[in-house]
């Protein structure tokens, strides 16, 4: 199974931050990463697929890059409304496996 | 719009077995890969199963032999026939589709359900 390990577990940031989360991979898998955003309560939100794409929706200061092993997600100008949770997750073999998240709250 | 609502969860005795149901609206079930993810506080998210256009079916080796997906395309409905539950299995579950049809990116969620396994 491919095991995913998201840094930092939490961080906290002000309104306007640049916010960057890390995703590494234990295997390589390509581009095959996806980032979620789940806010409390909700079920999580699609963000990013195969690793860089923007899903329809999704304002544009979120992005992400890596490829093979390493990730990121990056805010570019946080918002009041991105204090949140995000998880990677894997879509390039079965198991299907998230990471363990990275809270984002208001310092 | 694709929407998709999940029913059937509740307080079930251990070792006792439980259905869950998602309704989807504004696509067909059967024309897309179908998934059941949970949630715990402890775990975090974990992939449960999935049900792919061609009638393929996965699950996690954490549920393999107790659990079964299905799909009826005449209710446009998905199911989740859990068995033999334990309390490892108390979570919020979620139905997820993917994003285009085969792929294995989830686009849109459920609300999510709880069981309770005590």
């Known amino acids: 199974d491919t095991q995913l390990t998201q840094s930092p577990s939490s961080l906290s940031a002000s309104i306007g931050d640049r916010v960057t989360i890390t995703c590494r991979a234990s295997?390589?898998?390509?581009?095959?990463l996806n980032w979620y955003q789940q806010k409390p309560g909700k079920a999580p939100k699609l963000l990013i697929y195969?690793?860089?794409s923007l899903q329809s929706g999704v304002p544009s200061r979120f992005s992400g890059s890596g490829s093979g092993t390493d990730f990121t997600l990056t805010i570019s100008s946080l918002q009041p409304e991105d204090f949140a949770t995000y998880f990677c997750?894997?879509?390039?073999?079965?198991?299907?496996?998230f990471g363990g998240g990275t809270k984002v709250d208001m310092k | 719009e694709a929407q998709l609502v999940e029913s059937g969860g509740g307080l079930i005795q251990p070792g006792g077995s439980l259905t869950l149901s998602c309704a989807a609206s504004g696509f067909t079930v059967s024309g897309h890969y179908m998934n059941w993810v949970r949630q715990t506080p402890g775990r975090g998210l974990e992939w449960v199963s999935i049900?792919?256009?061609?009638?393929?079916?996965y699950y996690a080796d954490s549920v393999k032999g107790r659990f079964t997906i299905s799909r009826d395309n005449s209710r446009n409905t998905l199911f989740l026939h859990m068995n033999s539950l334990t309390a490892e299995d108390t979570a919020i579950y979620y139905c997820a589709r993917d994003r285009r049809g085969s792929d294995h990116e989830f686009a849109y969620w459920g609300q999510g359900t709880l069981v309770t396994v005590s």
């Open positions: 295997q390589r898998m390509n581009s095959f």
């Open positions: 997750q894997q879509s390039a073999s079965l198991p299907l496996t």
């Open positions: 049900i792919e256009t061609g009638g393929d079916t």
């Open positions: 195969a690793a860089s």
